[in-house]
């Protein structure tokens, strides 16, 4: 008996005996929808933002208004943009260690250049943000041309920074006078009803993001962090990349310093140490935002807003500072823990 044959270029028949249950099939797995697993590995960042969004509007009027989302978005600013620079370099498959020490030393430079060495704001900002840039490529020569893993180079060059910073102050914290007009970085507002930082986070932010997205340089970083040796035979400079990563996250962290120093109108020693892990907190969580473990300037926004609106929302419910640590860490290893198990059964899928 012959069978028909279905035209070209037309689906063949399924056979339904052969198919096995749908238990077994892509539509579930260990028991799991692949679908939901995929909405998991994708958007696990953006899925704690909403619920904490929505528990924390449940449970308190103050909390869900314009002036509290000005005050979430100002209070994540200075960690947006140290991030920002520290993503390019995970990007690129490299680590940063060293942006917490290189934001406080920029936080003392700043103010001190101002104090001591009598520079006009403009001035002191500007030689700050150059000092910055070479210092990120300085770790990028160790790792590149001397070879030094990045996790020690940036570790060592971190501690170095304290031994510079504590030789510039003393120890001791650098007040601006009164009469200085560097606060208003902080403090004052470009666009009415914005204050600066947000301004000028967005902006960096923009920045980066057309940077890494829309032009040769960024597509170079990202070919570099996927797969080094093939970078190298398709003819791109590795090294050179590299260097152009760890000098953007050098710039990043001088910045984040400058808006320290700014709000708090003074150079503090360890000002910016802590923002090391909120950093890399907001980068991860932003791997785990609209891609599946891609570091982008998008995500890591993304995770910046979580790991602030997270705060505030404890803050305003009265939590210890201890529990908002242990909730930052919790929170961390969930959505990315999460995400990266839901990557797992879906590749396997």
């Known amino acids: 008996m012959m069978t028909a044959v279905p035209p070209r270029g037309s689906a063949p028949e399924l056979d339904t005996e052969s198919v096995p249950e749908p238990g077994t099939a892509r539509r579930l797995i260990n028991g799991v929808p692949v679908l939901g697993l995929r909405i998991l590995a994708k958007y696990g960042t953006v899925i704690v933002l909403v619920i904490m969004v929505v528990g924390?509007?449940?449970g308190s009027p103050y909390f869900l208004n314009t002036s509290n989302a000005i005050d979430v978005l100002n209070s994540g600013s200075?960690?947006?943009?140290?991030?920002?620079?520290?993503?390019?370099?995970?990007?690129a498959g490299e680590f940063d260690l060293s942006i917490g020490y290189h934001a406080s030393l920029a936080g003392m430079l700043v103010t001190g250049f101002q104090v001591n060495q009598h520079m006009s704001v403009a001035v002191a900002i500007l030689a700050v943000l150059v000092?910055?840039?070479?210092?990120?490529?300085?770790?990028?020569?160790?790792?590149?041309?001397?070879?030094?893993?990045?996790?020690?180079?940036?570790?060592?060059?971190?501690t170095m920074l304290i031994g510079v910073n504590y030789a510039y102050s003393g120890g001791i914290p650098i007040?601006?006078?009164?009469?200085?007009?560097?606060?208003?970085?902080?403090?004052?507002?470009?666009?009415?009803?914005i204050p600066n930082p947000i301004t000028i986070t967005t902006?960096?932010?923009?920045?980066?993001?057309?940077?890494?997205?829309?032009?040769?340089?960024?597509?170079?970083?990202?070919?570099?962090?996927?797969?080094?040796?093939?970078?190298?035979?398709?003819?791109?400079?590795?090294?050179?990349?590299?260097?152009?990563?760890?000098g953007v996250a050098g710039l990043g962290a001088s910045l984040a310093g400058i808006l320290l120093a700014a709000r708090v109108d003074s150079g503090q020693p360890s000002a910016g140490d802590g923002y090391l892990l909120n950093a890399f907190a907001a980068a991860f969580l932003g791997s785990a935002a609209l891609r599946d473990g891609e570091f982008h300037i998008?995500?890591?926004?993304?995770?910046?807003?979580?790991?602030?609106?997270?705060?505030?929302?404890?803050?305003?419910?009265?939590?210890?500072?201890?529990?908002?640590?242990?909730?930052?860490?919790?929170?961390?290893?969930?959505a990315v823990g999460l995400s990266t198990i839901a990557r797992r059964y879906t590749k396997k899928g």
């Open 298 to 334: 998008l995500g890591t926004a993304i995770g910046v807003i979580t790991v602030s609106v997270m705060f505030t929302g404890l803050a305003i419910f009265g939590a210890p500072t201890s529990f908002q640590y242990l909730f930052q860490g919790g929170l961390l290893i969930a």
């Open 56 to 58: 924390f509007s449940i």
């Open 131 to 158: 000092i910055g840039l070479l210092i990120g490529l300085i770790n990028g020569f160790l790792v590149t041309k001397l070879g030094v893993n990045a996790l020690i180079a940036t570790l060592g060059s971190g």
């Open 78 to 91: 200075i960690t947006a943009v140290i991030a920002a620079g520290l993503t390019i370099v995970l990007v």
């Open 203 to 246: 902006v960096a932010l923009l920045a980066l993001w057309l940077m890494l997205n829309h032009t040769e340089i960024g597509q170079q970083l990202k070919a570099v962090g996927g797969n080094r040796e093939a970078a190298n035979l398709s003819g791109i400079r590795v090294e050179r990349v590299k260097v152009v990563a760890f």
């Open 175 to 193: 007040d601006l006078p009164t009469s200085s007009g560097f606060p208003v970085l902080s403090l004052g507002t470009l666009i009415p009803g």
